[in-house]
């Protein structure tokens, strides 16, 4: 779920050209009203999205900082600075009666390396954009869920945060598609156990984990809320559940979010001043 952004500074038109500042827990979407030409956050630049609006992201690991974003016209750019706080993200405990998901073998961590090998690939992808906001819920009858970001002890051992969304469900529940696009990996894991990874472009990959089957094939094109497979405690899980998850551009990012209209997300309300225009230069050329 959306935390909110919260507008520190914003000076007036007229004086110098100081950027607007905001800011932001990590793990979350920010939406700047445009029109805007294109969108950019450090070295990659992007299109708006069809309401001319730019959508920037923060990582959940970013740690305490201040980003640069801008958002480009015509002639000039828009500048805004985002301070990503250090927020208290809650804490899950979780036990495992096996604990061969907690204190691996070398054969297991042999297989996790190989298996994290292919994913890291996944997010390097940047094909078009076939999504739109908000995604389509990864279930018919979404309950209740999350725990995005939490600090996680199993079996009393610290681990990663918790980087998707836990859905509560029974056994065989109809997993769905988020918006159309390609399945890049469908294989059982050792952790996350029978996975399902699609491509919707623009760098935007979704994730279903723990699935009891798989009904798709890497290479094959699935559309807005197809089924893909069914909901199952496969792989490190306590019972039966979909943990849905999203990359884009590599950042991991609240799937709450994705799941909820753009004019409802958090947003940088103030007119942020423009930067120096590059007179001559068109929004083209500078966005490569």
Avoid at 129 to 145: F, I, K, S, T
Avoid at 233 to 248: E, V
Wanted: one cysteine or more; hydrophobic letters at 40%; charged letters at 20%.
């Amino acid at each position: 779920m959306a935390l909110g952004v919260v507008l520190l500074a914003a000076s007036p038109a007229f004086s110098a050209p100081e950027p607007v500042t905001a800011a932001i827990p990590p793990g979350q979407l920010i939406r700047w009203e445009g029109p805007f030409a294109a969108c950019k956050q450090e070295t990659e630049t992007w299109a708006p999205l069809p309401d001319g609006s730019c959508l920037f992201a923060v990582d959940l690991l970013e740690r305490a900082s201040e980003l640069e974003i801008r958002a480009i016209t015509d002639d000039t750019d828009r500048i805004a600075r985002l301070l990503v706080l250090d927020y208290p993200w809650p804490v899950q405990r979780i036990t495992l009666k096996d604990d061969r998901h907690v204190h691996l073998s070398e054969a297991d961590l042999a297989r996790v390396q190989r298996e994290n090998a292919r994913i890291r690939a996944l997010w390097k992808l940047n094909t078009p954009r076939r999504w739109h906001l908000p995604l389509h819920p990864p279930l018919a009858d979404l309950p209740h869920g999350g725990r995005f970001g939490s600090r996680r002890f199993i079996n009393g051992e610290p681990r990663n945060p918790h980087s998707g969304a836990d859905y509560p469900a029974a056994e065989g529940t109809p997993v769905l598609a988020a918006d159309d696009g390609t399945v890049v990996l469908a294989e059982e894991h050792f952790f996350a156990g029978n996975s399902i990874f699609i491509d919707h472009g623009d760098g935007l990959i979704s994730m279903y984990f723990h699935l009891s089957r798989i009904d798709v094939q890497p290479g094959q094109s699935v559309e807005r809320g197809q089924v893909i497979g069914a909901v199952g405690a496969t792989g490190r899980a306590t019972g039966p559940h979909l943990h849905f998850g999203i990359r884009w551009k590599g950042r991991r990012i609240d799937p709450a979010d994705f799941l909820t209209p753009p004019a409802d997300l958090p947003a940088i309300m103030a007119a942020p001043l423009l930067a120096e225009p590059l007179r001559g230069v068109s929004a083209a050329t500078r966005a490569q």
